[in-house]
């Protein structure tokens, strides 16, 4: 069975596979850049929408790597130039598809702290006075841990 090609702008709000498509760029069906099959593949490794595009692009970029920038008659083709736009296009949707990641420092206020400290909290296991040399202070008390 021979690979195919399909675009329709009109299932873009529902159709990942057309999200993607849409999102590298591949929608002209006189310069078809990636068969539906390997967009299909992408999907099933790669999951969410943008994350799948990056790859794509990935791949679009390293196909035109391979090719020679080809210069004669006028006519001119810069392959190298492609394999560029795609590599860039490719690192864009990598950083939009990992979103913004926000820190969380834990227990900082009081409430926090109460929350999130209970009975199944793992204990530490260092304690105050753990390093206390026996004898020094107190020669003839017994050395406790807390």
């Known amino acids: 069975m021979p690979p195919t090609w399909s675009y329709d702008a009109t299932a873009l709000a529902a159709n990942p596979f057309m999200q993607v498509r849409y999102l590298i760029g591949d929608t002209n069906t006189l310069e078809q850049q990636m068969w539906d099959e390997e967009i299909?593949?992408?999907?099933?490794?790669?999951?969410?929408?943008?994350?799948?595009?990056?790859?794509?692009?990935?791949?679009?970029?390293?196909?035109?790597?391979?090719?020679?920038?080809?210069?004669?008659g006028g006519l001119q083709s810069r392959d190298s130039q492609i394999s560029l736009a795609y590599d860039k296009l490719s690192k864009r949707l990598h950083a939009s598809a990992d979103g913004l990641v926000a820190p969380w420092c834990g227990s900082i206020s009081v409430a926090d702290k109460?929350?999130?400290?209970?009975?199944?909290?793992?204990?530490?296991?260092?304690?105050?006075?753990?390093?206390?040399?026996?004898?020094?202070?107190?020669p003839t008390g017994p050395v406790t841990e807390p």
């Open 40 to 72: 299909i593949f992408a999907l099933t490794q790669f999951g969410g929408t943008r994350r799948t595009a990056a790859e794509c692009a990935n791949a679009l970029s390293a196909k035109y790597a391979r090719e020679a920038d080809l210069v004669g």
């Open 114 to 138: 109460a929350s999130n400290f209970g009975a199944d909290i793992v204990q530490p296991a260092f304690f105050t006075n753990r390093l206390r040399n026996p004898g020094v202070n107190d």
